[in-house]
């Protein structure tokens, strides 16, 4: 396919969101009105997929195969569960930098690439998302971080860009939300299509709100937050993320002229643009 016919991708994960948990999907409304009108809009223009699974009940091999297409256990870092702050140093437990994925085989086609949100399939210097096929990366490598602090199980802070720690004060959610608006702009002057990997750690635990940074100095020595939080936090959680969402929809919107939504169903959300033809379409599948 010529170059300037290819579509813009952008591949949006959840992490830990329940299957009806949305409103598309029998979610009801939260105290403060619908929980995703975003995600129930791109819905309701869209298709269900109302019988799609996670390959693993666990996270890092489900990321293998999400970012590899392929049966996750082939791979020697997949059956270690969890990958976490453990594993750093490790040359064996990570997505090996040889082994081709999504976003190394777009690249070589002319894509550019980039992984906003939790990573989870090893740790630099053997193993990360620039030596996976991204160009750019920003969000945490482990499994779960606080969303103020940006500390893992550990309390030692893991947020980074590139291979770099990155201190940056904010709502994780907002955080990630941002750069991918920022990536969509900057795209949009490129030539080339894009491959954007969104991963929102949110509604993962710690249970925590854009109103709950008072909770963080607690949390982040334990991040399970079996103490705390419940279903409002968790809907407000995922309220914020389909914020988010709206957001990018915007930018894309900013950039060419709004088109239908072609497919759409509950963990993860994507959209695509044409970069000739201006015309804009979203896909969420699970």
Known sequence: MPMEKRPNVIFIVADDLGYADLGCYGGRDAEFGAVSPVLDGLAANGIRFTQGYANSPVCSPTRFALATARYQYRLRGAAEEPINSRSRGSTTLGLPPEHPTVASLLKQAGYRTALFGKWH???????????????????????????????????????????????EEGYLTDLLSRRAVDYVDRMAAQDAPFFLSLHYTAPHWPRETRDDAGVAPDVKANLFHLHGGDIHTYRRMIHHMDEGIG????????????????????????????????????????
Do not use: K
Request: charge should be neutral.
């Open 121 to 167: 399939p090893g740790y630099p210097p053997s193993f990360g998302p620039l030596r996976s096929g991204y160009e750019e990366f920003f969000g945490p490598m482990s499994g779960g971080v606080d969303y103020f602090t940006h500390c893992g199980f550990n309390g030692d802070h893991d947020l980074w860009s590139g291979e770099e720690q990155r201190v």
């Open 247 to 286: 957001s990018i929809m915007e930018a894309l919107r900013r950039q060419g002229r709004p088109t239908t939504p072609r497919w759409s169903s509950p963990a993860t959300t994507a959209a695509n643009a044409s970069p000739t033809t201006g015309r804009w379409w979203a896909a969420r599948w699970t």
